[in-house]
């Protein structure tokens, strides 16, 4: 009797007679799948692992320059391929999910949804900070008085050691801070110097800044405000002084009580502080007001 070619290739199976039949065609497909099938199982696992080391490098990056083992400029590189580690981490999670979707048959699929969550928060924080640092002047330097800023003394020497300086830009800088913060103006108080000085310190104390000196008899307090995460040295000046008062006559009236506040908030490194330094001075103001309600 012949045989026909399904003897050897037909049917359900492959292989030569008198084998036992030959190895089931289902058994062959799933011994091809295997490979491509290990790695996408693998997919969740990996993903969830990327991410959770660009986590962690996305926060040494910044503890790292706090505590003096790197340069800023290194600390936002390290930022900026954890960012881009943690979107691929996020691609990776979002087909290992997939993959692993729940009625599919396989394990990780909460690997996966960690891995989304944790790229994304990885690739986010800095893809915001990055928006705010475009939408703002690449400025550091924001001050109640552009005509007249208060002067750095007793952190002159640590101001003139950073890259940024003490000195002020000018009318550019004045001009870009007006359209960017209009609300960031000097501060009148009906109140003796003596007691908005006081109050003032008290503040600036609460704020957890380094007081680097006070002077009552200057009007003058000048404080170091330093970052939580990158450890970025602000510093900051406050003036105060009576401000005349005339009456109706146009005549100074000695009895009366006013005092002007004006502050300078300026940061030792970098070219945009981020909005930082105008958010620190309305901070100031609004607990300042508050105290001498």
């Known amino acids: 009797m012949a045989l026909s070619s399904g003897d ?24 091809r799948e295997r490979p491509a099938m290990r790695v ?13 080391v660009c986590v962690v490098l996305a926060v040494l990056s910044g503890l790292g ?3 003096d083992w790197w340069h800023y400029r290194t600390a936002f590189t390290i930022l900026r391929w954890s960012a881009y580690g943690g979107l691929l981490a996020t691609a990776l999670g979002l087909i290992g999910g997939f993959v692993t979707r729940p009625g599919a048959g396989r394990s990780g699929f909460g690997y996966a949804v960690l891995g989304v969550v944790a790229g994304m928060l990885v690739f986010w924080m800095p893809y915001l900070q990055l928006r705010v640092v475009y939408s703002l002047p690449f400025i550091h330097d924001i001050t109640t008085d552009t005509e007249n800023p208060p002067r750095f003394v007793e952190l002159l020497q640590a101001r003139m050691a950073s890259p940024n300086g003490a000195d002020y830009e000018g009318q550019e800088l004045a001009d870009q801070q007006r359209a960017a913060y209009p609300d960031i103006a000097p501060l009148y108080f009906d109140r003796p110097v003596e007691s908005v000085f006081a109050q003032a310190e008290r503040v600036a104390r609460g704020m957890g800044w380094k007081i680097a000196a006070t002077h009552p008899g200057e009007g003058r307090i ?13 510093d900051i000046v406050i003036r105060i002084a009576a401000e005349p008062v005339l009456d109706d006559e146009g005549e100074e009236d000695l009895e009366a009580d006013r005092t002007r506040v004006d502050l300078r908030s300026m940061s030792r490194v970098g ?18 007001e508050a105290g001498l309600r």
């Open 65 to 67: 320059h706090r505590w």
């Open 271 to 288: 070219r945009s502080d981020v909005g930082v330094n105008a958010r620190r001075i309305r901070t100031f103001v609004g607990r300042l």
């Open 40 to 52: 996408m199982a693998a997919l969740p696992h990996a993903a969830f692992g990327l991410a959770a």
């Open 222 to 234: 000048e404080g170091t405000a330093t970052t939580f995460w990158y450890g970025f040295k602000d």
């Open 8 to 31: 050897y290739t037909g049917g359900n199976t492959i292989g030569r007679p008198g084998f036992g039949g030959g190895i089931p065609r289902a058994r062959v497909h799933r011994r």
